[in-house]
């Protein structure tokens, strides 16, 4: 799609195929986050980008079939960053539809332990299995933002304006023969531009969502910002909860969709800020935001 014609989005749709609850419905649920976001374009095209793929790949699998999601036509996967509750159904979702492009920071690759499952040497990085998938794969590992499609953000390495040492602070990985403090830099997300708004999907929030939110900002030129995905807010203390709630309405945050790893305290303290335009998203959960007119001419104009 190059001519400008094309290159206006007609509305975005997130469908949450993976979440750690499963609402008031039948579909699977486990620790885990993927979201398919479709986007359509005035010429009747649709590209779609499949956000993570939950642990285990049978959830993301059977999700979809119940919903009446194609996984086959999925154009681009994308990772949000290497833990294995996004990373881990890789393996599975390409022996079942086939190879399909990957996009991800170079970093996804490397391991990643967790000190909060009571040792320092539990790999909670990219599963063995996956990384073996992906040598097979189209694998496109790049820090840089970069452009899917017309309108549609993988945000590359996030500029950490914000304290967001909350979210990566259980966190170490090797250098040599040493344990060291892991940043997380591969954390990233999606950003859709539907004119004056954005749409920002985003999978775990390492790297604070204020800044993902100012990032995604910045390369959709949005000045309000619809989000949804994990924020990973459930280890954070009450006081850093509501410094990044107030990040988030200091952003320009109008609509909150929060699930994953956002943590009960979190959900609760952005329920509190944000009343009705908080919801709490679960697997099978749908957005879909059209784009006004008056914004669809000026993108083509
Ligand atoms: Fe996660
Ligand atoms: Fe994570």
Redesign the pocket.
């Known amino acids: 799609m190059s001519d400008s014609d094309s290159y206006r989005i007609v509305s975005a749709e997130i469908t949450v195929l993976v979440d750690d609850y499963s609402g008031f419905t039948r579909l699977l649920a486990e620790h885990?986050?993927s979201a398919l976001v479709s986007i359509l374009y005035s010429d009747g095209t649709v590209f779609r980008v499949l956000l993570d793929s939950g642990s285990s790949g049978s959830v993301l699998i059977k999700n979809a079939s119940s919903l009446g999601v194609s996984l086959e036509s999925v154009d681009v996967i994308a990772l949000s960053h290497r833990?294995y509750?996004?990373s881990g159904g890789l393996s599975k979702l390409i022996a079942t539809v086939g190879s399909k492009p990957v996009i991800a920071h170079p970093d996804v690759l490397r391991p990643c332990y967790s000190k909060s499952r009571g040792f320092t040497r539990f790999d909670v990085g990219m599963p063995p299995a996956v990384k073996r998938s992906l040598q097979r794969l189209e694998l496109v590992l790049t820090k840089k933002p970069t452009e899917l499609a017309p309108g549609v953000w993988f945000l590359g390495e996030v500029d950490r304006y914000y304290d967001s040492n909350y979210a990566i602070k259980n966190f170490r990985t090797t250098s040599g023969e040493a344990i060291v403090d892991e940043l997380l830099l591969d954390d990233t997300a999606i950003a859709v531009s539907l004119g004056e708004k954005a749409i920002v999907i985003a999978?775990?929030s390492h790297s604070g969502i204020a800044n993902i939110v100012r990032q995604a900002k910045r390369l959709t030129g949005a000045r309000e910002i619809v989000v949804l995905g994990?924020f990973?807010l459930m280890s954070a203390d009450s006081e850093t909860i509501s410094r990044v709630v107030e990040e988030l309405v200091h952003e320009g945050i109008v609509d909150v969709y929060a699930g994953?790893?956002t943590g009960l305290r979190g959900e609760a303290r952005l329920l509190e800020r944000f009343g009705d335009r908080m919801t709490k998203i679960h697997s099978g959960y749908r957005l879909r935001i059209e784009q006004p007119m008056e914004s669809q001419l000026l993108r083509g104009s």
């Open positions: 885990g986050f833990h509750d996004h999978g775990c994990g990973h994953h790893c």
